[in-house]
Structures are given as C-alpha cells and as structure tokens.
C-alpha cells in the first residue's frame, strides 16, 4: 500500500451520524488544552495543542467498532497503539509522531510499520482543513516547507523551514473522509480559511489512530 492514501466518504452519511450520535450520548469531557510552545521548532504562535475523549470501543453499542472493522478489512490486521476523538485548538508545525527513542526500540521488537488513520467528523465554518506531509531533508525539486507559509503553520524560527519538503498537501473535503499515513512520517496540519485559533474553542473534530502491523513470528 502507499504511505499516504486519502479516500473520500470512507464511512457513509448514516454511519457518520450515529458516530457522533454516540458522543453526544456519552457525553466525554475533554482532556488536554493548549499549551505555551516554546523552541525553534514550535509554532510562531506560541501556542500548540488538542483536546481528546477516548474512543469507548469497549462499549458493545459503539459504531467506531464498526470503523475499525472496516479499516482491518481493507488493509489488514493492526495494533491500536494510541487513540481517540480530537479536537485541535492550535495547529503544530512539522512533526512526526515519535514519543521517544525508547519506545521506538521497545515497539520495533513487537510489531512491524503500521498507520496512523484520521476520520473527519466536523470542522467549524471559516476553517478549510487539511494534512501536510514532508520529507526531511528535503528531496530533489520539491517545493519547501517555507514556500507554502500561507497554508502552513510557521515556526518561532524560520530557518527551520529549510528542513522540509513538501510530499503532499490534502486538503479534507468532507466528514467521513480517511487520511492515512505511514509510522513516522513527518506532517502537520494546514492553515486555511479564516478561522482565527483561540483557546476557548477547536477547530476540527477527527478519530485519530495509531497503530501497528503485527509481526507474523510473535504468537
């Protein structure tokens, strides 16, 4: 399979709603805000960060069950490594999804690459939504990181720009949708539209999953 795939309407009208039926029944708080992001690296905004609610799938009732049904059908049996519902405030620059050496070596013994998913379920009116994704250095030809700082999100220090070449930009267009992309790879989210970031309400909603391919030699 690709590294990046995008597929419209992945989940249906119907299922879509009884999805986010299902968390206006449960009725989650969120956890997690926006933080003060500091370094080279950090946004220019000085703020980054998500709020999530865990996905439930041990509730018998849950139609997510359903999504990660299909998703294993379509490519294969997986790990959920991390997971939830999230709803971003302040978008982050270029990152990949690695929380630490160690977890990396400690993974690396269990399981094989496998995909990070993102669903849409909403996004407020004035924000045009999308993923970003790079290659770091930057390949042959490619456009860079600093010539798209209209739709991307900018760093405290621009010299950091230089690093990244632009993969990919997709821009979501409808809930239902399926971003996927594989273990590490670098990306972010994109500027569009002309929603104002604040730290009184997100921006866009989305199932977001981690996950790994099992190693066929670990029983």
């Known amino acids: 399979m690709?590294?990046?795939?995008?597929?419209?309407?992945?989940i249906d009208d119907e299922l879509l709603k009884?999805?986010?039926?299902?968390l206006k029944e449960t009725n989650?708080?969120?956890?997690?805000?926006?933080?003060?992001?500091?370094?080279?690296?950090?946004?220019?905004?000085?703020?980054?960060?998500?709020a999530d609610i865990p996905l439930r799938l041990d509730y018998p009732?849950?139609?997510i069950?359903?999504?990660?049904?299909?998703?294993?059908?379509?490519?294969?049996?997986?790990?959920?490594?991390e997971s939830s519902i999230r709803y971003l405030y302040y978008p982050y620059t270029a990152h990949s999804d690695v929380r630490s050496s160690e977890v990396m070596?400690?993974?690396?013994?269990?399981?094989?690459?496998?995909?990070?998913?993102?669903i849409p379920l909403s996004w407020k009116s004035g924000y045009v939504p999308g993923t970003a994704f790079f290659d770091s250095p930057?390949?042959?030809?490619?456009?860079?990181y600093i010539e798209h700082q209209a739709m991307l999100p900018k760093f405290q220090n621009e010299r950091m720009a230089r690093n990244f070449g632009i993969e990919q930009l997709i821009t979501w267009k409808n809930p239902g949708d399926l971003i996927m992309w594989m273990n590490y790879k670098?990306?972010?989210?994109?500027?569009?539209?002309?929603?104002?970031?604040?730290?009184?309400?997100?921006?866009?909603e989305f199932i977001s999953l981690e996950t790994y391919k099992f190693k066929d030699d670990i029983k």
């Open 2 to 10: 690709k590294d990046i795939a995008y597929k419209e309407k992945y």
């Open 18 to 22: 009884r999805i986010k039926d299902f």
């Open 28 to 50: 989650d708080t969120l956890h997690g805000k926006p933080y003060e992001a500091t370094g080279d690296g950090a946004s220019h905004l000085k703020k980054e960060g998500c």
């Open 61 to 63: 009732n849950n139609p």
């Open 65 to 81: 069950n359903e999504v990660i049904e299909k998703l294993k059908k379509d490519t294969g049996d997986f790990f959920i490594h």
């Open 105 to 118: 070596i400690e993974n690396k013994k269990k399981y094989r690459h496998g995909y990070t998913f993102l």
């Open 138 to 144: 930057p390949k042959e030809g490619q456009d860079l």
């Open 186 to 204: 670098w990306h972010c989210t994109m500027n569009g539209g002309s929603w104002v970031y604040n730290e009184e309400e997100w921006c866009k």
